[in-house]
Each structure stands twice: as C-alpha cells, then as structure tokens.
C-alpha cells in the first residue's frame, strides 16, 4: 500500500450505522451510541462461557426450570446476562420489558447489571424466546417503604428525581448461572461467578 493510500485510509469516514449481529437477529445502531454505552460482542461472550463450562440458554429455559418457579411471577425484576465466567470479560445486560407469548418473541432493554437503569439510546431488541443468548440471571429485588417495585419502576422513580435514591431500597440480589447442561444453578451469597471447570 502506498503512502498516499494509507493516509487516505486514515481519514476514510466511517460508517455512521453499524449492523450488530446479535445470534439470531441484526440491529442498526448508530456509531456514536456504540461509542457512549458498554455494549459488548455477546457471540465473543458466548463462545469464552462454553471453553469454560456455561451452556448459553434461552428465556424460554430460564422459565422452565423449576428453580425459577417464583421467579416467573416476576420477570419484570430479571436481568439477564450474557458474561462468561472469567473476570476481565465484561458481558450484556438485558432487562425484560415484554413476552409476546403468540410470536415467541421477548423484548429487551440493555441495562446495567442492577437493571435500575437502561441505555435508552440503544435500541430494545426482540429476542425469540427459544435463543440461546444468556449465561445465567439476575433477579434484583427493590423496594420503596414497604413495596416491591419493578425494575422499570425504580429506573421511572429515580430519573424523575422525585424520590431520593437513598429511600429506594436494593433489599436482595439472587444470581443464577448457566452450568455446562444448562441447568440453572444459584451462587451462594458473596460470589459473583461460578467456579471454573475448565
């Protein structure tokens, strides 16, 4: 390559939209969104969690299994995750905002892992419910005096700056992984991943 070809290189624009593969769907999303939320490959995460010995599963899973029989009652405190099990990786966080039983589809919001707050200029994305994209979950309990709130009503409460955030109360955090037969299983209180069996 010449000089004048890799100076142009250099100042090539770049795409303003970029098509993210997300397993079975593709989403646009801008350039700049990329640049100010903490997205990450979830294929790349998937991957590294399978050399380790997570199964990826799908919500339609997660809601199957009889450990999570409380938990359906309450999807709307879920935050489901796409991190391998190694500690420099960072994974996704996606909070439910609807189940479309009749076209098997889940709406989904990223979040940050306490799914009290969303990128909102990232675009939902509508997952079939049948796709193997998470290692495990979350379910975030929240309360405001003596009720339980859905984790798009803490965000709702404390963007409106109506209520302190010291009066919303984060009163438990349940987590659950992944494990290489795709069985949930519940980490003991104080651990953040599973032990690596590989």
Same mark, same amino acid.
């Given at each position: ?14 795409? /303003? ?12 999303? @801008?350039?700049? !969104?990329?640049? /100010? ?9 998937? %991957? ?22 409380? !938990? ?12 391998? @099990? ?30 009290? *707050?969303? *990128?909102? /200029? ?19 309990? *929240? ?7 859905s984790l ?5 409460l404390l963007?409106?700056? %109506?209520?302190? *955030? %010291? ?5 438990? %955090? ?13 980490? @003991? ?10």
């Amino acid at each position: 390559m010449s000089l004048k070809e890799s100076i142009a290189q250099l100042f090539k624009v770049k795409p /303003q939209i970029v098509e993210l593969n997300l397993g079975p769907v593709s989403i646009n999303v @801008p350039r700049k !969104v990329l640049e /100010q939320v903490p997205f990450n490959d979830p294929q790349h995460n998937l %991957e590294i969690a399978k050399k380790h010995g997570i199964a990826p599963i799908s919500l339609r899973e997660i809601m199957a299994q009889s450990l999570t029989n409380r !938990v359906n009652a309450n999807l709307r405190q879920i935050v489901l995750f796409d991190t391998p @099990p190694v500690a420099y990786l960072e994974g996704n966080h996606w909070r439910i905002d609807g189940i479309n039983q009749q076209d098997r589809l889940v709406k989904l919001s990223l979040c940050n892992p306490f799914g009290n *707050y969303t *990128y909102r /200029q990232f675009p939902p994305v509508r997952f079939p419910l049948d796709a193997q994209m998470f290692t495990g979950l979350s379910v975030q309990e *929240y309360k405001f005096g003596s009720r339980l709130l859905s984790l798009q009503s803490v965000e709702d409460l404390l963007r409106s700056e %109506e209520v302190p *955030y %010291e009066r919303i109360k984060h009163t438990d %955090e349940k987590t659950f992984w992944s494990n290489q037969n795709g069985k949930l299983t519940k980490l @003991p209180r104080g651990e953040s991943a599973p032990r690596l069996t590989r």
